[in-house]
């Protein structure tokens, strides 16, 4: 069945940078859009970046725009978001998720707490 | 495109109906034919989990008391009879104009 596991969350200061990782295993990575998804404490849902399945489209939420970027390697079946300059509200659970339009499958997260 | 629901907070009864509204300030037909309207359950302390994707079909495993309905700008999520492993967050999600955005969640409890 379709897994994602991310990893890479920790404890950062104000303008630091963090590297996440999403593991995905079940299913025919390369046929697939994925994108990352984050929700802050007590807080709702909010979608931050997605891309195509060669690496060819992506976007963002203007929020992280400059400062976040998404990348995958298809031969590893992992996806990554490099986040630099990182701001209090970056504070959240950020998932993994599949097909940014629909979010079929949602890894479990990973936390990532921007505090000085 | 903004995304807001109603109620916020929806005290059930086992047993009984419940109904969630979810509306967007922009139509939501993408350029396919396609409306990208989905429903998440999420459980404390869970990622969220999908129900039902474009409008109206479930995913698999999901129970169909739960149901979508709705087009254009108003969307409802029924549950004909709720259960105790119901309660949770509800969020619609449209999935059509980017930024993806999400609805601010309905808490449901017994």
């Known amino acids: 069945q379709v897994q994602l596991v991310e990893s890479g969350g920790d404890l950062v200061k104000p303008g630091g940078s963090l590297r996440l990782s999403c593991a995905a295993s079940g299913f025919t990575f390369t046929d697939h859009y994925m994108s990352w998804v984050r929700q802050a404490p007590g807080r709702g849902l909010e979608s931050v970046s997605y891309?195509?399945?060669?690496?060819?489209?992506?976007s963002y939420r203007d929020s992280v725009k400059g400062r976040f970027t998404i990348s995958r390697d298809n031969t590893k079946n992992s996806l990554y978001l490099q986040m630099n300059s990182l701001r209090v509200d970056d504070t959240a659970v950020y998932f993994c998720?599949?097909?940014?339009?629909?979010?079929?499958?949602w890894g479990q997260g990973t936390l990532v707490t921007v505090s000085s | 495109v903004v995304m807001t629901q109603s109620p916020l907070s929806l005290p059930v009864t086992l047993g009984q109906p419940a109904s969630i509204s979810c509306r967007s300030s922009q139509g939501l037909v993408y350029s396919n034919g396609d409306t990208f309207l989905n429903w998440f359950q999420q459980r404390p302390g869970q990622s969220p989990r999908r129900l039902i994707y474009?409008?109206?079909n479930r995913d698999s495993g999901v129970p169909d008391r739960f149901s979508g309905s709705g087009s254009g700008t108003d969307f409802t999520l029924k549950i004909s009879r709720v259960e105790a492993e119901d309660v949770g967050v509800f969020y619609c999600m449209q999935g059509t104009h980017w930024p993806f955005t999400f609805g601010p969640g309905t808490t449901v409890d017994i």
């Open positions: 891309i195509g399945p060669s690496g060819n489209d992506i």
């Open positions: 998720s599949r097909d940014p339009r629909r979010l079929d499958s």
């Open positions: 474009k409008v109206s």
